[in-house]
Structure formats: C-alpha cells, structure tokens
C-alpha cells in the first residue's frame, strides 16, 4: 500500500466514523506522526492530503525545516520538548501539542516574549496516569490554567493525550471520554488565555474510537507510513 492508499483509506473511516457520532467530518483534523520518516516521505503525504505534520524530536524537526520537507502545511511539535530546546522551537511551529509542565510553559513564555510572538499550545493530559508518562493530571491542571495570566505569550488551543497502550479495540474509549469531559470542565470554567478548540487524540490503532469520543484531531505515524524502523537508522 501506498502512502497515498493509506491516507486515502483513513480518510474514509474517518469519515464513517464521524458521521456515525453524528459529528461533521470536516471537524476533524489529520496529523502525520512523521518521526523516523524522511523527507520525501513527509512530501508524499502531504501531497496525498494530510492536514498537517506533528513532529517529535526537535533535531527531525530542525532538520526537516531546512530540506523544506514540510511545503508550507502546518507543523506541529508532538514529542517530550525538553525546556533547553524551546528556542529552536517556538515560533518555528504553529502549535506544540506537548506542554506537560508549568516548567515548560515559564520556558516557552520566556521564549515566546523574547521573539514577540504568542504560541499556540495545547497541554498534555498523562490520562492513564502511568508513571512513565510526563503530562498533567485531569487533576493538577486545574492549578496551572488558573495560572495563564502569567503566560501572556503562551495561548492554550486545547488539550493532548496519549492514553496507554492498548490490549484490544475499545480499552481506550474511557480514557477518550474522560478526556472530552475534561475539556467540558475547563470550558465551563472561563480561564484566561485558553479556548478548548483542539482535542488532540487518537492514534493508528484507536483513531476511530477517538472520534467517536469528541477526538478533533488524531496523530497518525504506521497507519500512513508503515511500522518505524528501529534499528540501524541514522535518527537511532
Ligand atoms: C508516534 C506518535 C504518534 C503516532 O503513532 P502511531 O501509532 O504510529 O500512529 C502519535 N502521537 C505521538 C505523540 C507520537 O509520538
């Protein structure tokens, strides 16, 4: 299958499974998870009709900047962000859907301030509260929206997740619906700099159920790309 064969091919579920929620398939958004994939593969899928890239590693991510991989669609960080790496970051990305921090927001503000510019954000939800996963807790991120005023620079589109990997079809709905109210929670309550627009969740193997949850926009890598090669490659 090609690059454009599976693009195609997920379109049309998202399309079934949109409209099976009874939700406008217009409002969901397709990210290519590009990581461990080259250049011309990030080209092949964009001309195929993604809606945008999300990267992981701000090396990639430097590096497809410069071989001008991404032909001016949207770019999105989505991999942990080291807050000594912020420079190389903001402002080069429209959104970085991985703020799992206070720490990393104070870095980004800082950053953001220095250049003039607001950066768009979302913060990450560890919503399977595993221990090796960064992220906020539905609990604790109460206390730093509460927080945005101090990050005038920083905007908050929404939250990501990335819930823990799954044993069969259907594990990760409860995750999705906790997620969607989470995001009804935080609307309610009105903070400054923050308008939920973007739920950021869904994968190769769960896009589906994540639409069906409230998902505005799933992060696919294998599904589009085929499965990553691990070894021997140059990113390793
Ligand atoms: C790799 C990655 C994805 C895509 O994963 P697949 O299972 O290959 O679709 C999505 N989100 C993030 C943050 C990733 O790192």
């Not at 969901?28 to 999300?54: F, Y």
């Not at 730093?144 to 069969?168: C, H, S, W």
């Not at 739920?199 to 994540?210: I, N, Q, R, V």
Request: hydrophobic residues 40%; proline residues 3%.
């Amino acid at each position: 299958m090609s690059i454009a064969e599976n693009i195609a091919r997920i379109r049309s579920e998202m399309t079934a499974a949109a409209l099976a929620a009874g939700r406008d398939p217009k409002e969901i958004l397709l990210c290519a998870a590009t990581k461990m994939n080259d250049a011309d593969a990030v080209r092949e899928a964009i001309r195929a009709g993604v809606d945008l890239c999300g990267e992981n590693k701000v090396q990639e991510l430097t590096q497809k900047l410069a071989e001008n991989a991404y032909e001016g669609a949207p770019i999105h960080f989505i991999g942990h962000l080291q807050t000594n790496k912020v420079k190389q970051v903001v402002g080069k990305v429209d959104l970085i859907q991985s703020v799992d921090s206070e720490r990393l927001l104070a870095a980004i503000q800082k950053e953001a301030a220095k250049q003039g510019i607001v950066q768009n954000i979302l913060l990450e939800i560890n919503i399977g509260e595993e221990e090796s996963k960064s992220g906020f807790s539905a609990e604790s991120v109460f206390s730093t929206l509460e927080n945005m005023a101090q990050y005038p620079n920083v905007f908050v589109k929404g939250l990501m997740a990335i819930p823990p990997i799954r044993q069969k079809d259907g594990d990760n709905r409860k995750f999705f619906q906790k997620m969607y109210a989470l995001s009804v929670d935080i609307t309610a309550k009105k903070y400054d700099n923050v308008v939920v627009d973007i739920m950021s969740m869904g994968m190769s193997d769960d896009y589906t159920e994540a639409i069906a949850c409230g998902s505005t926009m799933i992060r696919v890598g294998t599904a589009i790309f085929g499965p990553r090669n691990y070894t021997g490659n140059h990113h390793h």
